[in-house]
């Protein structure tokens, strides 16, 4: 029995809400370090075709030996590949890289209003075909802000199952969030642990030193507590550890309510504005 509760999407597929993010992992190192999140007991692995290491996810899920079905796999479309016979070719090279005949979840990773026309309409519809062969479980959008989601709503039939979006104490990107509990999106939070920057912060080593519990641990149960999905990023063996015993303590309200205090708004930001953000690279 996992530890970890999982989250009903809203096409029936259940995500288990606490993953291990693989951004910035070197390809070399990535199956190292997923292979110990799995021994840990991670179920849930967060990749993208940007960061160049889906490989080294589906070498780490075979060689522990750990079924296919029970691991949670989520990839992202790369930017450069928006046009719908581009997204079919990057999504066939993302199973490729793998090793698997499918993903449980497939994400627009940008919406890139300034490229493409805007057109992410296309791009979203493309991610639907996935769905509809099977080689899909789930699909979503990450970065998305409401006009975007406002905009797939109107326009398509078919609403994303999460929105994957900079997240966290300093952070709350509260008008998204609000959006995703209207309409029935899960809110996954990147950078769960605002990089790091968020673990100093005297709030947070109050009620960590009150709790008993370190700053990580903290910050990423006040996300759990507010059902948010999340997968943060390690390659320290301690650090995976710690960052997956969040099941066995609870925060007060007083004590969510008191991060969620620390919210900056807009200045909290620290990754790019996703309406102006137009990387596009290999
Ligand atoms: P994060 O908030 O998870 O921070 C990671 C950093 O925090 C680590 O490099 C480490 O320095 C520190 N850290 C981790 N555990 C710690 C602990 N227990 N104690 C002290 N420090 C600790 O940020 P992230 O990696 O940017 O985000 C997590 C995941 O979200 C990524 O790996 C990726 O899967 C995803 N992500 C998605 C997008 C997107 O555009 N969709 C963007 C960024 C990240």
Redesign the pocket.
Known sequence: MSLIPTIGLNDGVDIPQLGF????IDPGRTTDAVKISLEIGYRHI???QLYKNEQGVGEAVRETGIDRADVFITS?LNNGYHRPDDARRAFDNTLAALGCDYVDLF?I??PLPTLYGGDFVATWRTLEEFKNDGRARSIGV??FQVPHLERLAHETDVTPSVN?V?L?PYFANAAVRAYHDEHGIATEA???????RV?DDPVVTRIAESVHR???QVVLRWHVQRNNII????VTPQ?ID??YRLFDFTLSDTDVDALCALDKGETGRI?PNPDRFDLVSD
């Open positions: 993010g693989v951004y910035k967060d990749t993208a992202k994400l990773h940008w990450s970065n994957q900079e966290h990147w950078a769960p642990l605002a990089r790091g673990l370190t700053p990580a997968f943060p990023k390690s650090r710690e960052n990754g």
